[in-house]
């Protein structure tokens, strides 16, 4: 069973070797077996070591024999040779053989199957269960400032470049971009949140007969505090960042609740549109006038002013979008069942209702339709009524700053026509 070291096989002698037929196998077994042993003492213990080895190889090729001649029986069995006739009793039970090894087969298939969709699943779970953010969440991120300088300039524009960005996803949500943007829109309304917290916001699209560039640098002068009235009973400061970013400071004392506001606003130009976008800041440390348990406004608004034609000949009008959204927290279960009903009544409102004159701006303040006293029914869901109290500070200087060029450019436009 030894070879020397230069010595080839082909395939074919190596398979007759190893499962060749009974009459050579058993020849090379009995010439192995009727080798005279060796008659020196000193190589007695190797010849017995080599029959050994040589009896232990003959009960393996057996072993091997008989398994080979097993699974060619079992492969007979199972075999339905049509050219050979079977009973009808024969056939019947070699084909139900063969489908239950189909079976069984199958049956493994979808145990592995199992065990490793059980295995993903378990990995997901794993998965899901960790923190959702690895990283800590900045200041910033929740709306608050830091002292230093640097990183309170740099925590500023990181706001409100977040807020820029959130633009088209707002308007999508608001089903504003599906609509024509010349059609006009005009909605007050309530949203609860997931969170169990409630939004009320007011969604106004209008088209304006007055240059784009116009209203938008009209809007950005009401933010720079240079069209406020002096009459208003706020505390008022407009502190400017740089020349498109502003940080405004209000306070209202009228109210059994001090409610105070500190809002960034800044303004964008891009290729097709003006836009204004502002967020309040939740947590100032710079501001310690707050007492505990003060009001805080959380309010974002995002104002895009759109030309209305393409032309650039064209530039008598212009599309407004208002976004503007205040959270009232969490409200008792009371006030939530009275949702419904507010909610109709804003619709009934005349925010929610188109200007008189096409073109124009409605001059109608929601403080007077849903929190002063001649309003049909004082909203006083939550704090509504006092967050509207403070929003008259940049609603009323906003809506008479855009009407004032509307009806600047309507005069320039006739004087214009007259011979």
Not at 244 to 254: E, G, K, L, P, Q
Request: net charge negative; charged share 25%; with cysteine.
């Amino acid at each position: 069973m030894t070879e020397s070291s230069d010595e080839t096989w082909s395939l074919e002698q190596g398979v007759q070797i190893f499962l060749g037929d009974q009459d050579t196998v058993e020849a090379q077994e009995t010439q192995c077996l009727a080798a005279p042993p060796s008659t020196s003492p000193t190589h007695s213990t190797t010849k017995s070591v080599t029959l050994s080895t040589q009896q232990k190889q003959r009960l393996e090729l057996e072993a091997l024999r008989a398994e080979l001649q097993r699974l060619k029986d079992q492969l007979v069995e199972i075999e339905i040779c049509p050219m050979r006739e079977m009973s009808f009793w024969e056939r019947l039970a070699k084909v139900e053989h063969a489908e239950l090894l189909k079976a069984t087969s199958d049956n493994e298939d979808l145990r592995r199957t199992v065990t490793s969709h059980a295995m993903f699943i378990d990995e997901m779970e794993t998965l899901l269960r960790k923190k959702r953010r690895l990283m800590p969440i900045e200041e910033w991120e929740t709306f608050i400032l830091p002292m230093d300088p640097l990183g309170r300039s740099r925590a500023i524009h990181q706001i409100l470049d977040r807020q820029f960005k959130k633009m088209p996803h707002i308007h999508l949500t608001r089903d504003l971009v599906s609509k024509n943007p010349s059609s006009s829109v005009h909605r007050a309304e309530l949203k609860p949140q997931p969170s169990g917290e409630v939004l009320f916001e007011v969604i106004e699209r209008v088209t304006l007969a007055a240059p784009s560039h116009a209203v938008c640098a009209a809007a950005w002068q009401v933010f720079l505090g240079n069209l406020a009235s002096p009459d208003n009973p706020f505390e008022q400061s407009y502190e400017q960042i740089d020349a498109h970013t502003v940080y405004i400071h209000a306070s209202d004392r009228r109210h059994a609740i001090p409610c105070h506001a500190h809002i960034l606003a800044k303004t964008y130009t891009t290729p097709t549109s003006n836009v204004i976008v502002s967020r309040s800041i939740l947590d100032d440390p710079m501001w310690t006038s707050h007492a505990a348990g003060d009001l805080v406004e959380d309010v974002a608004s995002w104002v895009e002013v759109v030309p209305r034609s393409d032309d650039d000949d064209d530039e008598d009008s212009c599309v407004l979008t208002v976004v503007w959204s205040i959270n009232l927290g969490r409200l008792a279960p009371p006030e939530s069942e009275a949702i419904h009903d507010i909610t109709a009544l804003l619709a009934s409102a005349s925010i929610a209702r188109p200007p008189a004159t096409p073109g124009s701006l409605s001059t109608h303040s929601i403080v007077h339709d849903l929190a002063s006293p001649a309003a049909p029914r004082v909203v006083t869901l939550g704090n509504l009524h006092i967050y509207l109290a403070l929003s008259i500070l940049l609603e009323e200087p906003f809506k008479r700053a855009i009407s004032n060029v509307i009806a600047h450019h309507h005069r320039q436009t006739r004087e214009t026509r007259e011979p």
